[in-house]
């Protein structure tokens, strides 16, 4: 079984940086498409950014494009989101999921999720 445990949520102030990592493990995650996601207070799920099996094919969302950068280190079953130029909107609980496969696209439905992390943005 698949357990993905995100790490690196914390209060930052608007502007500011944080990275958030999410370590993999239980299966060859290496072969598996991977995403984050947030979800605010009160509102729907919805998606960030997400990163092929090697790091080949890569989305985001239009609202965080130019600010997170997502990456993958598979030696170390692990995924990242550097999340920069930080905003108030971007307060959420930001969770990491795997696909069961290589690629990703819109249509992907994810397997496996993690906990969740929180990230607190200040004015």
């Known amino acids: 079984q698949v357990q993905l445990v995100e790490s690196g949520g914390g209060l930052v102030q608007a502007g500011g940086s944080l990275r958030l990592a999410c370590a993999a493990s239980?299966?060859?995650?290496?072969?598996?498409?991977m995403g984050w996601f947030r979800q605010a207070p009160g509102k729907e799920r919805e998606f960030v950014a997400a990163?092929?099996?090697?790091?080949?094919?890569?989305s985001y969302a239009d609202s965080v494009k130019g600010r997170f950068t997502i990456s993958r280190d598979n030696a170390k079953n692990t995924v990242y989101l550097q999340m920069n130029s930080l905003k108030l909107e971007d307060t959420a609980v930001y969770s990491c999921?795997?696909?069961?496969?290589?690629?990703?696209?819109?249509?992907?439905?994810?397997?496996?999720w993690g906990q969740g992390t929180q990230v607190t943005v200040s004015a």
């Open positions: 999921a795997a696909v069961r496969a290589r690629n990703m696209d819109a249509r992907s439905v994810y397997d496996y």
């Open positions: 239980g299966g060859i995650v290496s072969n598996y498409a």
């Open positions: 990163t092929s099996w090697n790091g080949g094919i890569i």
